[in-house]
């Protein structure tokens, strides 16, 4: 784009002040490398978010099991983040869990879900939906960081 403006130059003559702006195709090349990768971004995002929903998870389970001498370590242990993944829909999504089992064979996933739920033998301790209710706020606003950070490299670069 170019632009033309008369101004004088003090003396009362007139002269023309060119100016040159070919940003637009500079910018229009940003946008597409931010497209290219938008879904690695939206991943990066995904993940600071999990990570913080999975450290108040564990928090609280540890609050849970604090002064029980039955505690193995073994569903602490197993607490984690999935591959982070698109779905059909293209939804990137990760999912916060337990995995495998404790050495007598009983699956960490069935122990989280007494200690949250209860049973009609276990009193029921939450300690899953109170981490995600806790962290919503805060998983947002570092997936928009992520996002944001991101993004200013992309378009500065």
Same mark, same amino acid.
Request: hydrophobic share 40%; no cysteine; glycine share 10%.
């Given at each position: 784009?170019?632009? *033309? !403006?008369?101004?004088?130059? &003090? ?5 023309? $002040? ?6 637009? /195709?500079? +910018? %229009?090349?940003?946008? !597409?490398?931010?497209?290219? &990768?938008? /879904?690695?971004? %939206?991943?990066?995002?995904? +993940?600071? $978010?999990? *990570?913080?929903?999975? *450290? ?6 540890? $609050? ?9 370590? %073994? ?9 982070? @993944?698109?779905?059909? *829909? &293209? ?5 916060? &869990?337990?995995?495998? +089992?404790?050495?007598?064979?009983? =699956?960490? @996933? ?5 200690? /949250? !739920? ?7 301790? =939450?300690?899953?939906? =109170? %981490? ?12 928009? @960081?992520v996002i944001d950070e991101e ?7």
């Open positions: 784009m170019t632009q *033309d !403006s008369r101004i004088t130059n &003090g003396h009362g003559r007139r002269r023309m $002040a060119r100016m040159t702006f070919k940003a637009g /195709e500079e +910018y %229009a090349l940003k946008l !597409s490398q931010l497209a290219a &990768g938008g /879904e690695e971004i %939206a991943k990066k995002a995904v +993940y600071a $978010a999990a *990570d913080i929903v999975t *450290d108040k998870i564990r928090e609280n389970l540890k $609050a849970n099991l604090a002064g029980s001498e039955r505690s193995s370590g %073994a569903l602490e242990a197993s607490l984690g983040i999935t591959p982070i @993944q698109s779905d059909k *829909d &293209g939804f990137i999504n990760a999912k916060v &869990g337990f995995d495998g +089992y404790d050495g007598k064979g009983v =699956p960490n @996933q069935l122990k989280a879900r007494v200690m /949250e !739920s209860g049973s009609s033998a276990v009193r029921k301790r =939450p300690f899953v939906r =109170p %981490a995600v209710n806790a962290t919503k706020k805060a998983a947002v606003e570092a997936m928009q @960081q993004t200013k490299k992309i378009m500065k670069g």
